[in-house]
Nanobody
Framework: VQVVESGGGLVQAGGSLRLSCAAS????????MGWYRQAPGKQRELVAS????????NYADFVKGRFTISRDNAKNTMYLQMNSLKPEDTAVYYC????????WGQGTQVTVSS
């Protein structure tokens, strides 16, 4: 399974971005998917996750009410809609796809200016 993130960029505080994570390869084995982030000098942390069918979602407290995770299994793609962005959301955002193993993308940079 190959995983590619896109949609990062520079945005002002209060703005929005939509990240995408496209999976390819043996996509029939894909189960849960999730978004993680890593800021400079900090450990990678879970942002949100979504079950295989998309019915169950889980969010970190620091993004509840601002971010929304979703997936389109027909397109093998997961999304993260990020609203009301804050400077502390600045990080590299990674997509993780759980299949037989866990697969990670290369990350996409999100920078929120104050």
């Amino acid at each position: 399974v190959q995983v590619v993130e896109s949609g990062g960029g520079l945005v002002q505080a209060g703005g929005s971005l939509r990240l995408s994570c496209a999976a390819s390869g043996v996509t029939s084995s894909i189960n849960a998917m999730g978004w993680y982030r890593q800021a400079p000098g900090k450990q990678r942390e879970l942002v949100a996750s979504i079950s295989s069918g998309g019915r169950r979602t889980n969010y970190a407290d620091f993004v509840k009410g601002r971010f929304t995770i979703s997936r389109d299994n027909a397109k093998n793609t997961m999304y993260l809609q990020m609203n009301s962005l804050k400077p502390e959301d600045t990080a590299v955002y990674y997509c993780k796809v759980t299949a037989i193993y866990d697969y990670w993308g290369q990350g996409t940079q999100v920078t929120v200016s104050s």
